[in-house]
């Protein structure tokens, strides 16, 4: 049984800092990219940031400078450290794996992040 679970997600003040943590469970995770995807309410979800099974990094121009990912394969965990947080990236942030076109990906149930002005 596969099984992403998500923790960190907290209420915090603009320009503060979080560090979201996905552990999974169920999948050969060296063999997966990782993302964090976000979704406020009535917006649709969006790609946060991903790293791949190489370790490369991607993210949002949103993020860039201010988000990092990171994955411990040993740990099965993936990791988004966020500083500079904006009340605009208030959302709920899941947690993705996928390994390939033709494979099923995998999400997470979300973990809420609430950034106050």
């Known amino acids: 049984q596969v099984q992403l679970v998500e923790s960190g997600g907290a209420l915090v003040q603009a320009g503060g800092s979080l560090r979201l943590s996905c552990a999974t469970s169920g999948i050969i995770f060296a063999a997966y990219t990782m993302g964090w995807y976000r979704q406020a309410p009535g917006k649709q979800r969006d790609l946060v940031a991903s790293i791949s099974t190489g370790g490369v990094a991607v993210y949002a121009d949103s993020v860039k400078g201010r988000f990092t990912i990171s994955r411990d394969n040993a740990k099965k965990t993936v990791y988004l450290e966020m500083n500079s947080l904006k009340p605009e990236d208030t959302a709920v942030y899941y947690c993705?794996?996928?390994?390939?076109?033709?494979?099923?990906?995998?999400w997470g149930q979300g973990t809420q992040v609430t950034v106050s002005s």
């Open positions: 993705n794996a996928r390994s390939g076109a033709l494979n099923p990906a995998f």
